[in-house]
Every structure is written in structure tokens, then in C-alpha cells.
């Protein structure tokens, strides 16, 4: 719900949640639970992503095009992270590169892998709140990783109309 903070100033709500991977290298999925049901009829508004890598999963990335990938998913039975997937909402990825020796890697993006969506029409991502999930993947590791997101968002209250718009839109056309 959009909350009125200092002075009359909207403010957001966040979520945290922590993922350790089932196994190393397994796509793993932590369900988001916001208390809503479809009859419910609220919209939730993405406004800013935040994944961090633990430091000790950044730790197990010791050769080139060792990656993690983190991504805010509405299906934990998906296969893998692609944005080929129309369940996947956003994606960030993790990757070590190495030029030359070991000795000179460089990770193209430092932790938290900010996702920023209050610039777009709306101030953010709309999408049905349920389900929500969390998901990891990673190549390379030599054990499971770990992953923290935090996710800044409201709930506006949608018409039944628009609520039913919202879901319809969920289907997305590929080629």
C-alpha cells in the first residue's frame, strides 16, 4: 500500500530475502509472500532491485566466465534465467573475467547489482504480487552460493478491471 511518509512524502515498502542455493551450480528459487490473494486485486510496483553476492560466493569464482546470475522470477519451474523466459521479470549477472593470468581478474559489476525502475512510466515494474520468487543460478562454483535481495515496492489497489488488464498483459508474446 502507498504509505505517506514525513511531510505527506510517499515512501516505499522493502522486502529482504536470502537464497543459498541448493547445490552448487543448481538454479534455486525462494518464494516472495506478500499476504495477497488473487480476490485481493492489488498490482505490485517494483521500484528498485537490489541483489547482492555474498562475499564468500564472489570468493568461490576463481577462473574466467565464472558467473552468477540473479533474477526476480513469477515461476520457480523454469529452467534456467533466460530473458527468453516470459516469467522472468528482471536479471543481473555476476561475471569474473580474466586477462591474461588469475592474477588480473576483474568483475565487471561490484555487489549489489542495483536494478532501477522508478524512471519508467509509473514509477516502476507492475506485476501481479503471487507468485513472487527469488531465483540463482551460477557456472563454476565449487560450492552452493548465496544471495541476498532486497526489493523497495508498493501495492496500489487496482479495479477489478485493470487488475484483470494487469494479469493479461503476464502473457507475453515471444518469437
Known sequence: MQKKGVGGVDFVDKAIITLTQSGANALTFEQLHFGLSIKDKYGL????IEF???QGTVSLMTATADAVSCALVRSNTITDLSLSQPQVIDRADF???DFGTAGS???WESPPLVRDFTNMPGGGLIVPP?????AMDSSGLASAGTLTTRIFY???QLKPEEYWQLVESMNIITA
Not at 510496483?45 to 528498485?48: G, L, N, P
Not at 503471487?130 to 527469488?134: A, S
Open 105 to 107: 581478474a576483474q568483475f
Open 45 to 48: 510496483i517494483i521500484r528498485k
Open 52 to 54: 547482492a553476492i555474498a
Open 130 to 134: 503471487d507468485p513472487i520468487y527469488v
Open 95 to 97: 561475471v569474473r573475467m
Open 154 to 156: 508498493n501495492l496500489a
